[in-house]
């Protein structure tokens, strides 16, 4: 994307036009979440002030209009990530769609779903497979799993450069998984795994694979049929969308055999006092009132994405992030956390700087007006893993462009003198 889209494409976000005491605003957190384009604050309001109405329910116009809207994001969704329509159940965010996976599995494992939901269950002997990068959101769901079914816990490890070793994954994923939960992108590391090869191995032993797409649907064109993954989950707010919205895909007919987590209204076929019959997916997983204008306002973020291309999209932010990994570099006492090869990962770098705690370095950021993330950015075993407690983030997106990049490193390279942190 030459600069001249880039500052197109910057107009269309009115944060961006924020200062922050005195200095221009240079947002490189939009790994922690994206700003959002008018066209999505726009389809939230219009969605508010025009069509608001419960939907699935009624036969009155705002009901039908409002059911329309609600049906036609979804479709918009599933198109971007290349899923079919019923395939995408809405949730309020990756958490919740990940949870939604490992409680459906420990319902099956309580014998909830009946013979169809025979192929979720799983107890002592099985073994559910992460990696050492996830984010808590895909780890902690799969432990407590494993907590309530006596299930083993077992995780694909790192190499020192922050790639996932497979050295030893055809004895890590045996005979004996039943999951495979790993993340398409890093949040830290911004390493973008072979999705090919784990989900070939877990096709191999019959596992069903779980894909975090949280870091890749609103960077990389993304495409789950052709990932052949069982499993994905993604969050509205990091894809230029609103908060409180986001989403499980899953094939049709494991999500038709998965049994629901929450259960009531809307999700229904049939109740008697006695017993309840549940509704096709993804109505199965949909209890109760939805997010109506937030699943609206997402259904204008993935089409803004659309429209840009994602593929531009990707190539602009591997520009922006070779830019940051190349100048992190050049600063002495930083060391960067992940792949040094720009091409093995998206525009997002990680890094610790030597004798400086990453929240003086975040606060050192701010006041430059670089807003940065700074912990352990829900991944505390990997950070474990580099010998550290937190880091700091620069994370991009399609608005970033090379005055955030130089405004960034300039503030950067003055941290550990401010610090008296001198080598
Ligand atoms: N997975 C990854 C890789 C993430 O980066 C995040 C958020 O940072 C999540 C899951 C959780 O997303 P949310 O908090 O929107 O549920």
Same mark, same amino acid.
């Given at each position: ?17 924020? &200062? ?14 994206? =700003? ?8 939230? #309001?219009?969605?508010? $002030? ?9 036969? %009155? ?16 969704? *599933? ?51 992460? @990696?050492?990068?996830?984010? %808590? ?5 799969? #432990?407590?799993? *494993?907590?309530?079914? +006596? ?7 790192? $190499? ?22 790993? @993340? %398409? ?25 779980? !894909?975090?797409?949280?870091?890749? *649907? ?25 908060? +409180? ?23 229904? @076929? ?5 017993? $309840? ?5 993804? =109505? ?5 009132? #939805? ?17 840009? +291309? ?23 006492? /930083?060391?960067?956390?992940?792949? !040094? ?14 004798? /400086? ?22 991944? =505390? ?5 580099? +010998?550290?407690?937190?880091? @700091? ?6 608005? &970033?462009? $090379?005055?955030?990049?130089? #405004? ?13 942190? %001198?080598?």
């Amino acid at each position: 994307m030459d600069p001249l889209e880039t500052a197109r494409v910057r107009g269309d976000f009115p944060l961006l036009e924020r &200062t922050m005491g005195g200095s221009r605003l240079a947002y490189l957190d939009s790994g922690a979440t994206a =700003q959002k384009p008018t066209c999505v604050i726009d389809a939230e #309001q219009d969605f508010l $002030t025009r069509s608001n109405a419960a939907v699935h329910r009624g036969a %009155h116009t705002l009901a039908v209009e409002a059911t329309e809207a609600f049906e036609a994001a979804r479709a918009a969704v *599933a198109r971007f990530v290349g899923a079919d329509t019923e395939e995408v159940v809405w949730t309020k965010n990756a958490t919740e769609a990940l949870n939604l996976v490992a409680y459906g599995f420990a319902n099956a494992s309580a014998g909830l779903g009946g013979d169809e939901a025979a192929r979720f269950r799983v107890g002592p002997g099985d073994t559910l497979v992460v @990696t050492e990068m996830e984010h %808590h959101a895909n780890l902690v769901p799969w #432990q407590q799993l *494993a907590a309530r079914t +006596g299930a083993r816990l077992r995780w694909l490890p790192l $190499t020192d450069d922050g790639r996932l070793d497979l050295t030893d994954l055809e004895t890590i994923v045996d005979d004996s998984t039943a999951v495979l939960a790993f @993340t %398409h992108v890093s949040n830290v590391l911004g390493t973008i795994n072979e999705v090919d090869r784990l989900v070939a191995r877990a096709r191999e032993v019959g596992a069903l694979t779980v !894909l975090d797409a949280c870091q890749s *649907a609103a960077h990389l064109p993304l495409d789950l049929h052709a990932l052949d993954v069982d499993f994905a989950a993604f969050s509205g707010h990091k894809m230029l969308g609103p908060t +409180g919205i986001g989403a499980l895909y899953g094939r049709k007919h494991l999500l038709d055999a998965l049994p629901p987590v929450l259960t009531g209204g809307s999700m229904i @076929t049939t109740v008697t006092m006695e017993e $309840t019959r549940f509704l096709p997916a993804p =109505q199965r997983f949909e209890a109760g009132t #939805q997010p109506v204008a937030q699943i609206v306002g997402l259904g204008a973020a993935v089409e803004y994405l659309t429209e840009i +291309g994602m593929d531009t999209v990707a190539m602009h932010e591997a520009a922006v992030g070779e830019a940051l990994l190349s100048g992190v570099r050049e600063i002495p006492g /930083v060391r960067v956390l992940g792949p !040094l090869d720009p091409t093995r990962r998206i525009g997002t770098v990680s890094f610790d700087v030597e004798g /400086v705690h990453a929240h003086d370095v975040g606060q050192f950021l701010d006041s430059r007006g670089v807003a940065a993330r700074v912990g352990h950015h829900c991944a =505390q075993p990997l950070h474990r893993r580099y +010998g550290i407690t937190a880091s @700091t983030r620069a994370s991009s997106a399609i608005y &970033t462009d $090379t005055a955030d990049v130089e #405004q960034f490193l300039a503030a950067l390279s003055e941290v550990r003198a401010f610090f008296g942190a %001198h080598a």
